[in-house]
């Protein structure tokens, strides 16, 4: 019945309980590929902070800043943000690592939603669930305003806001500084007369995370 084996262990002899199915080394590995598998293809989008060989299709800027006192000795700093693509249906990877950071991407035209967004201060890392839809042109550029990450202090209920503003002609100038060889329009994804405040949303703390008791107090992924 492929119960296991029989060892000799300090002259005594021993019987395995572990099964020896040939079975269970495969679907060992299909668990593993099914892990990794993903609904979605994924694609790596990076940021931008100098002219590329690729024109860019949108811009903007990020920009995490933290409210209140803070006892942590690392600032926070914007690992990545994702963006998803309901026409394609597709997720575009967005690595910044930096507090605030222009960025220049070059991606199909069409709908998007920023959907996550990865912060980290030091050793500590959280991720926010966001839901703020914008489009990107067929022509031109499209710019997405100045995305501003405010973070509540690290209590039990961590909270993020994201607020949105949209200043064209300056945003524009960097962008010429930056691509002096574009000619085509600057479209604008969010209005310039007022900010736009998403949703407050949770900043859930993830894995891997420092063990130590203290700051194990907030809901981990």
Not at 137 to 143: M, V
Request: overall charge neutral.
């Amino acid at each position: 019945m492929g119960n296991g084996g029989r060892v000799r262990y300090n002259g005594v002899m021993m019987t395995s309980t572990i099964p020896s199915y040939p079975w269970c080394a495969a679907l060992v590995g299909w668990l593993l590929l099914a892990a990794c598998a993903s609904p979605q293809p994924f694609a790596e989008v990076r940021s931008v902070h100098a002219p590329s060989e690729d024109v860019p299709t949108m811009f903007g800027r990020i920009h995490v800043v933290q409210r209140g006192s803070i006892a942590r000795i690392y600032p926070p700093v914007v690992r990545f943000f994702e963006l998803y693509s309901p026409t394609l249906d597709r997720r575009f990877h967005v690595e910044v690592d930096a507090a605030q950071a222009f960025f220049a991407l070059a991606i199909p035209p069409g709908e998007y939603v920023l959907t996550r967004v990865q912060i980290t201060e030091g050793a500590f890392r959280g991720m926010a669930q966001v839901h703020q839809p914008f489009e990107v042109e067929p022509t031109g550029i499209t710019y997405v305003g100045a995305w501003t990450l405010t973070l509540a202090p690290p209590r039990y209920d961590r909270t993020m806001e994201l607020s949105i503003v949209s200043e064209p002609i300056a945003a524009t100038a960097e962008f010429m500084a930056r691509y002096p060889a574009f000619d085509g329009p600057v479209h604008t994804a969010f209005p310039e007369s007022e900010a736009v405040i998403a949703p407050t949303t949770r900043l859930w703390e993830i894995y891997p995370y420092p063990r130590y008791k203290y700051f194990l107090r907030h809901h981990p992924t």
